[in-house]
């Protein structure tokens, strides 16, 4: 068993990231529906990008397209071999947890070419700005929301503060973009939260007080 489960992780470590999205293992009812959603998804976070040009708009909607299906294919197919591992009862636990974390480095590997190939074909028709605009699409635009909270919290950041705050989210939303549902998207920025306060308390920032006093502004905010 243990053979077979590493010859069933070597072979998706080898097999094109195209022909993984094709296997994705859904009826054909249920993959139109799939496509439908990621589809206006991907539209809805298009148009915020203020594209003129009708090729540049389209180009960058199936780039969205492609990737989202291609991302849910790969999360399935690991998902569905890390199952099969904690369901299998002729391994040992310390051969389970090897199986699983040769699962995790492929998936960290193959979402990275992902990724990669995503940024390098939407970069030849966008801007940085543009860019940025379209990973908060992907991300719920928590990287904006939660930098503008640390600053409402924090009135008194320094400039050197808030740019290292940015840099943590800005390096979340990377990791953000690929995860598999909103729940993991959330729980990457939430990582990064916990950077966060932990180089803010290093700077002698008391984070549970001023935690307090903020909410306190925004309830005397709420009644007046």
């Not at 298009?46 to 960058?60: E, M, P, Q, R, T």
């Not at 990669?116 to 991300?139: C, P």
């Amino acid at each position: 068993m243990k053979l077979i489960l590493l010859i069933c992780i070597g072979t998706l470590m080898s097999t094109p990231l195209a022909a993984i999205a094709q296997n994705k293992p859904d009826t054909d009812s249920a993959q139109k529906a799939y496509q439908k959603v990621i589809t206006q998804r991907s539209n809805k976070i298009v148009l915020g990008l203020n594209i003129a040009d009708s090729v540049v708009f389209y180009k960058v909607q199936n780039a969205l397209v492609g990737q989202y299906s291609h991302l849910s294919a790969l999360h399935d197919s690991l998902n569905g071999l890390v199952k099969t591992i904690k369901t299998t009862t002729t391994i040992t636990k310390e051969q389970m947890a090897t199986s699983i974390l040769q699962i995790e480095n492929t998936r960290t590997e193959k979402l990275q070419i992902l990724h990669q190939q995503f940024i390098a074909n939407i970069s030849s028709v966008l801007s940085a700005s543009q860019i940025a605009q379209l990973k908060d699409g992907m991300t719920y635009s928590i990287l904006p929301i939660t930098l503008k909270a640390y600053e409402d919290m924090l009135p008194n950041l320094t400039a050197e503060q808030k740019s290292q705050i940015n840099t943590y989210l800005t390096e979340a939303r990377e990791f953000a973009m690929d995860a598999e549902s909103s729940e993991k998207k959330h729980a990457w920025f939430g990582k990064y939260k916990g950077k966060i306060n932990n180089y803010l308390s290093a700077a002698g920032i008391d984070m549970k007080k001023a935690g307090q006093e903020w909410e306190e502004r925004r309830k005397a905010k709420k009644t007046t």
